[in-house]
């Protein structure tokens, strides 16, 4: 019969408790009880020690306690005003990693949302024109195809640090509007004002697309006649302005909070701002307003982020 031992290494002997290890308990006691009671309290307790000390004829020793108090007073309590510092620094850098984890998982759910019907329109727009337009139905195809390849790879990334360049955008977007002009026909037009120089300019991912695909959702296709698309982007004072305007219907406010794009890619007026005050804090911004009677109907987002160059890829497509 075989017994088990506790000790991994029976021939080692077992570490005696340390004979000082009651004093340390002592001293971190007394310690906390100083930490504990006001200076007020501890200078009324100290000249009652020095009557008591003078009575008994041993100031000396008195004084010397006071003194030695008083420096473990003030060191425990420099020392524990550090440990709640660096407590309290990394509260708030957990704090912001969960913001930050909170604001991904968000961006997650939405872009697995896919919304069908922007694809199911598409491809019943290239079903009919092949009966009655096999070239144009051709060309709708190549756009669609170019779309779903430039926006099924962001599909998979759920950082919301992951950033893109002007012209990387104009690749996703330009595959957009050629399949809305193409469905839309008469009723569309478009109007470019992205200096080339500008396309290796930074912006975060997918969110100019949102903006462009919430102007034909709650803007052009809701009106009869459709309307007019404008994409500007400038540099002023250092910022990178980006503006969708369109000519639909208008801006409702109660319509704003969801703002969920027909590709499945809409952040949502929330989302855009959140991952924006991730990314550049208070050095970048996001409006959107109804357009002024004297400037006609229609609705202007604008977006407006540091200005910082990305080098171009070669699968960058120019507006």
Same mark, same amino acid.
């Given at each position: 019969?075989?017994?088990?031992?506790?000790?991994?290494?029976?021939?080692?002997?077992? &570490?005696?408790?340390?004979?000082? +290890?009651?004093?340390?308990?002592?001293?971190?006691?007394?310690?906390?009880?100083? %930490?504990?009671?006001?200076?007020?309290?501890?200078?009324?307790?100290?000249?009652?020690?020095?009557?008591?000390?003078?009575?008994?004829?041993?100031?000396?020793?008195?004084?010397?306690?006071?003194?030695?108090?008083?420096?473990?007073?003030?060191?425990?309590?420099?020392?524990?005003?550090?440990?709640?510092?660096?407590?309290?620094?990394? #509260?708030?850098?957990?704090?912001? *990693?969960?913001?930050?984890?909170?604001?991904?998982?968000?961006?997650?759910?939405? +872009?697995?949302?896919?919304?069908?019907?922007?694809?199911?329109?598409?491809?019943?727009?290239?079903?009919?024109?092949?009966?009655?337009?096999?070239?144009?139905?051709?060309?709708?195809?190549?756009?669609?195809?170019?779309?779903?390849? !430039?926006?099924?790879?962001?599909?998979?990334?759920?950082?919301? &640090?992951?950033?893109?360049?002007?012209? +990387?955008?104009? $690749?996703?977007?330009?595959?957009?509007?050629?399949? *809305?002009?193409?469905?839309?026909?008469?009723?569309? +037009?478009?109007?470019?004002?992205?200096?080339?120089?500008?396309?290796?300019?930074?912006?975060?991912?997918?969110?100019?697309?949102?903006?462009?695909?919430?102007?034909?959702?709650?803007?052009?296709?809701?009106?009869?006649?459709?309307?007019?698309?404008?994409?500007?982007?400038?540099?002023?004072?250092?910022?990178?302005?980006?503006?969708?305007?369109?000519?639909?219907?208008?801006?409702?406010?109660?319509?704003?909070?969801?703002?969920?794009?027909?590709?499945?890619?809409?952040?949502?007026?929330?989302?855009?701002?959140?991952?924006? !005050?991730? %990314?550049?804090?208070?050095?970048?911004?996001?409006?959107?307003?109804?357009?002024?009677? #004297?400037?006609?109907?229609?609705?202007? $987002?604008?977006?407006?982020?540091? #200005?910082?160059?990305?080098?171009?890829? !070669?699968?960058?497509?120019?507006?």
């Amino acid at each position: 019969m075989t017994t088990s031992n506790s000790n991994p290494n029976p021939l080692a002997p077992a &570490a005696a408790p340390s004979a000082w +290890q009651p004093f340390k308990d002592a001293f971190h006691a007394y310690a906390k009880w100083l %930490l504990s009671i006001s200076w007020k309290l501890f200078m009324g307790l100290s000249f009652l020690l020095m009557m008591a000390a003078g009575i008994l004829n041993i100031p000396q020793v008195a004084i010397l306690f006071i003194l030695t108090s008083i420096v473990i007073k003030v060191t425990f309590k420099s020392q524990t005003q550090a440990e709640e510092k660096a407590t309290a620094a990394t #509260y708030m850098a957990e704090a912001e *990693q969960l913001k930050r984890q909170l604001v991904e998982a968000r961006l997650s759910a939405m +872009q697995a949302q896919v919304e069908p019907h922007f694809l199911f329109n598409t491809l019943a727009s290239i079903d009919h024109l092949i009966e009655t337009d096999p070239p144009r139905a051709s060309l709708m195809q190549k756009s669609l195809i170019a779309l779903l390849r !430039a926006t099924l790879p962001s599909m998979r990334e759920t950082s919301t &640090a992951k950033l893109r360049n002007m012209g +990387q955008e104009l $690749a996703v977007i330009r595959p957009y509007l050629d399949i *809305q002009t193409m469905r839309m026909e008469d009723r569309l +037009q478009i109007e470019w004002d992205i200096p080339e120089g500008l396309h290796s300019a930074e912006l975060p991912h997918m969110m100019v697309l949102s903006l462009v695909e919430n102007a034909f959702k709650h803007g052009l296709e809701p009106k009869a006649e459709g309307g007019k698309l404008t994409l500007r982007a400038e540099v002023t004072h250092g910022q990178l302005e980006v503006t969708v305007r369109d000519t639909g219907v208008g801006y409702y406010p109660a319509d704003s909070a969801g703002l969920v794009s027909q590709t499945g890619h809409g952040f949502g007026l929330k989302n855009i701002r959140d991952r924006l !005050a991730l %990314l550049y804090g208070d050095q970048a911004s996001f409006s959107i307003r109804a357009m002024e009677p #004297y400037e006609g109907s229609g609705t202007l $987002a604008k977006l407006s982020v540091p #200005y910082r160059v990305v080098p171009l890829d !070669a699968q960058t497509v120019t507006a």
